[in-house]
Nanobody, 131 residues
């Protein structure tokens, strides 16, 4: 059973940076798509950035393009989300999630962050951007 644990959240000033980590246990991530999602109070969950571990394809929401970078460390079985130039509107609970890559077979890149395809979720880490 795959388990995911997020870390790295916190309070940061506008313009600051945080690196979020998603550490996996119970299975290697080789056959999974990993996504970072966020949910702010009163708002719907949003797919922020997602990566297919097997082929390295990535997707970024328009709201974070050029500011966030998703990456993986296969040796550590961990996926990272580097968040730069943070804005108050980035404040949310950030979750990482995993789904088996077969669910995306033949699908376009823009569907990489469709949350209904993910069936393993972490507990979330709070990111607060405020001065």
């Amino acid at each position: 059973q795959l388990q995911l644990v997020e870390s790295g959240g916190g309070l940061v000033q506008p313009g600051g940076s945080l690196r979020l980590s998603c550490a996996a246990s119970g299975s290697t991530l080789d056959d999974y798509v990993i996504g970072w999602f966020r949910q702010a109070p009163g708002k719907e969950r949003e797919g922020v950035s997602c990566i297919s571990i097997s082929n390295g394809r990535t997707y970024y929401a328009d709201s974070v393009k050029g500011r966030f970078t998703i990456s993986r460390d296969n040796a550590k079985n961990t996926v990272y989300l580097q968040t730069n130039s943070l804005k108050p509107e980035d404040t949310a609970v950030y979750y990482c999630a995993a789904g088996h890559r077969i669910k995306w077979s033949g699908e376009p890149l823009l569907r990489l962050c469709v949350s209904s395809k993910y069936n393993y979720w972490g507990q979330g880490t709070q990111v607060t951007v405020s001065s």
